[in-house]
């Protein structure tokens, strides 16, 4: 009877032993996420990022992107619709990784773009009219000026400023930052620090909602 009761208090103490590790390891992987989103944040927004949305909003979308990318076009209205359905809970910062080639180009037009005050309008205009100045997945950023002609933008002014030494540095910094997340292909999103944790309209729903769950509960 003494042997048995011993053999039941060894086994309930070495279950509370394996419960009390996995409590621990849980604790552990959950504190380590939470400071690589930390961390990231340090690369993912920059002063100079372009920012949609109310500036309170406690969740924040950050999407690297290429103009010449034809997913990026397809996302950036369910990143929209998303916005949409929250009105004021979601912000939207965009970085630049002009994977394809001419893509620097067509970015440093957005960024004198927003010179003028005219950044989201020229964005919209460029993905969509992206099936005309794009060619095998190459950007033929000569014929991006016609898709900018409507929206009110001076384009002479617009080709003196793209290549200003400010929207060098500040595309390059977008770049440096996309390599230190480890951004790879675009679209890329991260939801409040968090990276998508595989690629799909359905997985960055997800990652918004469990988002919007945490911050306004």
Request: charged share 20%; glycine share 6%.
């Given at each position: 009877m003494k042997q048995k009761t011993l053999l039941i208090v060894s086994a309930t103490l070495l279950i509370l032993a394996f419960i009390g590790g996995a409590l621990v390891y849980d604790a552990k992987r959950s504190e380590e996420a939470a400071r690589?989103?930390?961390?990231?944040l340090s690369f993912l927004v920059r002063m100079h990022s372009p920012t949609q949305g109310k500036?309170?909003?406690?969740?924040?979308?950050?999407?690297?992107?290429d103009p010449a990318c034809g997913t990026c076009k397809a996302f950036y209205p369910f990143v929209k619709k998303l916005m949409a359905a929250n009105p004021d809970k979601i912000k939207l910062s965009?970085?630049?990784?002009?994977?394809?080639?001419?893509?620097?180009?067509?970015?440093?037009?957005?960024?004198?773009?927003?010179?003028?005050?005219?950044?989201?309008?020229?964005?919209?205009?460029?993905?969509?009219?992206?099936?005309?100045?794009t060619r095998n997945h190459r950007a033929?950023?000569?014929?991006?000026?016609?898709?900018?002609?409507?929206?009110?933008?001076n384009l002479e002014r617009l080709q003196?400023?793209?290549d200003a030494p400010e929207i060098g540095a500040l595309v390059a910094q977008d770049i440096a930052d996309g390599r230190a997340l480890n951004v790879k292909a675009t679209p890329e999103f991260f939801v409040n620090g968090r990276p998508m944790p595989s690629f799909g309209y359905e997985q960055l729903k997800d990652l918004v909602e469990t988002a919007l769950a945490d911050a306004y509960r």
């Open positions: 690589a989103a930390q961390h990231n500036a309170s909003a406690k969740v924040h979308i950050v999407e690297f992107f965009v970085r630049y990784a002009p994977f394809h080639d001419g893509s620097d180009i067509v970015v440093k037009m957005l960024e004198a773009a927003r010179k003028q005050g005219k950044f989201w309008e020229a964005m919209e205009a460029v993905l969509a009219t992206q099936e005309i100045w033929q950023p000569q014929l991006v000026l016609n898709s900018l002609g409507g929206i009110g933008l003196r400023e793209m």
